[in-house]
């Protein structure tokens, strides 16, 4: 075991700062410990020392890419394939039949995962969406996926996972129809990757180019966020939402109390978010 | 016995067998089973025998079985769910992992 000094209150607020203006992540004091041990690799991939020069060197540069670094740095890419079933069991049997009885007419579901991380999210819908064939054949579907991380979004894009991640919520069905095995890699079908489109996207700056949605997932981002800065998103979120939408967040976060144009219903002992209706 | 420790703290009331023939023997004794795990690599008839002798018998049509082995072959998922299994762990899991197939095997765990 090393000791050595804890970071200085000067480089955590410089840190706390930073992150909270890029991202609106929180930072409590009290996590030095966790900025530390998330900058520690991350200066030392870039050639620093430590993170205590790294941070001397954000410090006193123009913002760049190191900047956008550290921010990435500090995210939390904590995720499953079918992260709570009752979600996707939800999604399956109430929401997606009544889309479907709703919008036969024009045949189309534009569907947004606002935080998917390395893309376990998105799959599991598009895999889900796979499963309700023949019902959705010739419908237009868009499954649209960000994050503000490039590092999760490439991992995502890649769609390949290891053994630990391919054992975690994936019905075995699914994983034997829609992965392939190169050795100790399980890569997602093309065909199911090919469905689902990658972009970088901070949800606290624009949302450009983002048609309106039928179903969006912010399911476990806002937890993390300032109180502000959820309220905005929400509103943001609910602007974008079709009148007959669907919201799912995350199982600790809920709309209430924060954003009154959305009520919570449940379904399959789920809670989703609609708009309500004026 | 991680697993079986596992299992009683989620509530559930865990009979262990030895093997696949003792599987057999054990499930027969039962009053009622609401779910089997097994390995796959066993002296006495293997997981993948044990799942067809089970699921051969109509009264245990339903029972869900859950596969939890070493072998981490996309084939060995394929041939397991072949055979009648419903679920599949590959080895070495997590508590969570456990949880979330019996999850996905309806039990709210
Ligand atoms: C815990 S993961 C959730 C992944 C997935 N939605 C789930 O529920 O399993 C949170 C994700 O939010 C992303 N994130 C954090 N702040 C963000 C922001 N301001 N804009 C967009 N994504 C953000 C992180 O990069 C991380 O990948």
Redesign the pocket.
């Known amino acids: 075991m090393t000791l050595r000094a804890a970071m200085s209150s000067s480089d955590f607020n410089y840190i706390r700062n930073l992150v909270r203006g890029?991202?609106?992540?929180t930072l409590d004091p009290g996590k030095e410990y966790l900025v530390e041990s998330r900058l520690d690799p991350l200066a030392r991939h870039e050639g620093f020392p430590s993170y205590h020069q790294l941070v001397a060197t954000l410090r006193f540069g123009p913002f760049r890419d190191l900047h956008r670094k550290v921010v990435?740095a500090m995210?939390?890419?904590?995720?499953?394939f079918f992260?709570?079933a009752r979600v996707f069991a939800m999604l399956a049997k109430s929401i997606l039949p009544a889309l479907v009885a709703g919008r036969s007419a024009e045949r189309s579901l534009n569907i947004w995962?606002?935080?998917?991380?390395?893309g376990?999210?998105p799959y599991s819908v598009a895999m889900l969406l796979r499963e309700c064939q023949p019902s959705l054949e010739r419908w237009n579907i868009r499954i649209l996926a960000?994050?503000?991380?490039r590092n999760?979004l490439t991992r995502a894009h890649a769609g390949r996972y290891n053994q630990m991640e391919v054992n975690r919520g994936l019905p075995a069905h699914l994983l034997v129809r829609y992965f392939e095995q190169h050795g100790q890699w399980w890569e997602i079908r093309p065909e199911i990757r090919r469905m689902v489109e990658f972009r970088e996207?901070?949800?606290?700056?624009p949302w450009h180019d983002l048609p309106g949605m039928h179903v969006i997932?912010?399911?476990?981002?806002l937890?993390?966020?300032d109180l502000e800065?959820k309220r905005t998103?929400l509103e943001r979120a609910g602007r974008l939402l079709d009148r007959r939408g669907y919201l799912l967040l995350?199982g600790a976060e809920t709309t209430m109390n924060l954003d009154d144009s959305f009520e919570p219903v449940s379904f399959e002992g789920a809670v989703c978010f609609r708009r309500r209706q004026t | 016995m991680i697993l079986t420790a596992y299992l009683k703290k989620l509530g559930f009331d865990v009979t262990v067998a030895v093997d696949g023939r003792d599987g057999l023997d054990r499930l027969r004794g039962m009053e009622k089973a609401d779910v089997v795990l097994v390995d796959w690599n066993m002296p006495e008839l293997d997981g993948i025998s044990f799942v067809r002798a089970v699921r051969a018998q109509p009264a245990y049509a339903a029972l869900p079985l859950m596969m939890v082995t070493t072998n981490t072959e996309l084939s060995n998922v394929s041939e397991a769910l072949g055979a009648g299994a419903d679920e599949y762990v590959m080895k070495p899991f997590t508590a969570d992992m456990i949880r979330e197939k019996l999850e996905l095997l309806g039990f709210p765990v």
Request: hydrophobic residues 35%; proline residues 0%.
């Open positions: 890029q991202s609106a992540l990435e995210t939390t890419n904590e995720t499953s992260r709570d995962c606002a935080a998917c991380s390395t376990q999210e960000s994050d503000i991380s999760v996207t901070n949800l606290i700056q997932l912010m399911r476990n981002v937890i993390y966020l800065t998103i995350g």
